[in-house]
């Protein structure tokens, strides 16, 4: 098995960035999205990018977000990778001179394989929990046994993910990486560098 990767989600402080680039981090994620607790505006994504080293991807979240908009944020701010987290079809996530990842929120009943299959271009597949009315970020894990070990894209895991269920999450889904967010806050949208270093240990030390 390669080694699994890890993507620290809804960074919204330079401290909180660099934390997670020191405890080996290979992605950070930006929330564009203004009705998230963790949302930045571009102003601030682009504070934090300006102080991260190199070989950290710069990853840009949006929930339905109209080309425009897309086009606004992607001249501002130097994002390696889009994720797009709402009812995006894959005709909506192409165009952007970017690649991307897409979520599907998962439930018991879905077919996940079909579900991939709408969006061949992507990179990769995101998985959250399912929570009506919520995109994503609610903090809650799904039945990792519903994931099929045979998925035709690399798949990122997410959901409730911590420093205390990572291992087994791993174990379960053998993904090609993990994406936490709340599991390594101090509060929506503040990180604890400590819990941050613990997840990342507990990731590599699968």
């Given amino acids: 098995m390669s080694a699994v990767r890890s993507k620290i989600c809804g960074i919204t402080r330079v401290e909180d960035a660099l ?4 405890a080996g981090a290979d992605a950070i994620g930006f929330v564009f999205y203004e009705k998230s607790p963790r949302a930045v505006t571009v102003e601030q994504a682009q504070r934090i990018v300006a102080a991260l080293p190199p070989f950290v991807t710069t ?5 339905n977000a109209g080309r425009d908009a897309l086009r606004e944020v992607l001249a501002s701010v130097p994002l390696d990778l889009l994720q797009f987290h709402g009812d995006e079809s894959q005709a909506d996530c192409e165009g952007h001179n970017r690649p991307y990842i897409k ?3 998962v439930r018991a009943g879905d077919d996940i394989t079909a579900q991939m299959a709408q969006y061949p271009s992507a990179s990769g597949i995101l998985l959250d929990t399912f929570v009506e009315g919520v995109p994503g ?4 894990a799904f039945d990792w046994a519903l994931v ?4 035709p894209k690399p798949v990122i895991l997410a959901g409730g993910l911590s420093p205390e269920n990572v291992r087994a999450a791993i174990a379960r889904v053998r993904p090609y990486a993990v994406d936490v967010s709340g599991g390594v806050e101090a509060s929506k949208g503040i990180k604890d560098a400590d819990k941050i270093r613990l997840f990342i240990r507990e990731v590599r030390g699968f």
């Fill in 137 to 140: 970020g609610t903090g809650e």
């Fill in 19 to 22: 934390a997670a680039a020191a």
């Fill in 59 to 63: 990853v840009g979240l949006f929930v």
């Fill in 148 to 151: 099929p070990h045979d998925l």
């Fill in 103 to 105: 979520a599907l929120r």
